[in-house]
């Protein structure tokens, strides 16, 4: 299994990316993707997610509101549409697949031991 992050970039506050997380050589029809975020001196941060047990999605506090995960099943990627970016949201973003009956609970970016697969981060980077 590889995941593949991109569409990470250089926006002004205020603009939008929408990075995506392709995942290939996985056949498990329970999934669970989540993205996290590490800023230089902080702690990784867990973002959003999406499980295909019940397309539930949840949002970190900090990007409610401005950020949507999706899903294509077709090209077998997780979207992540970021509008009204901050310079706060600057960092590194990562994709994780948990293989398996996972939901998004409210905790569920607290054990990112337990996801199964990682993809190599695209850096987001907002400043004027």
């Known amino acids: 299994v590889q995941l593949q992050a991109s569409g990470g970039g250089l926006v002004q506050p205020g603009g939008s990316l929408r990075l995506s997380c392709a995942a290939s050589g996985f056949a498990s029809r329970n999934y669970l993707i989540g993205w996290f975020r590490q800023a230089p001196g902080k702690e990784r941060e867990a973002v959003s997610c999406f499980t295909n047990a019940d397309l539930g999605t949840a949002y970190a506090d900090s990007v409610k509101g401005r950020f949507t995960i999706s899903r294509d099943n077709a090209r077998d990627t997780v979207y992540l549409q970021m509008n009204n970016l901050r310079t706060e949201d600057t960092a590194i973003y990562y994709c994780?697949?948990?293989?398996?009956?996972?939901?998004?609970?409210?905790?569920?970016?607290?054990?990112?031991?337990?996801?199964?697969?990682w993809g190599k981060g695209t850096q987001v980077t907002v400043s004027s």
């Open positions: 994780a697949l948990g293989v398996g009956l996972w939901y998004c609970t409210s905790n569920w970016g607290d054990y990112p031991a337990g996801f199964d697969y």
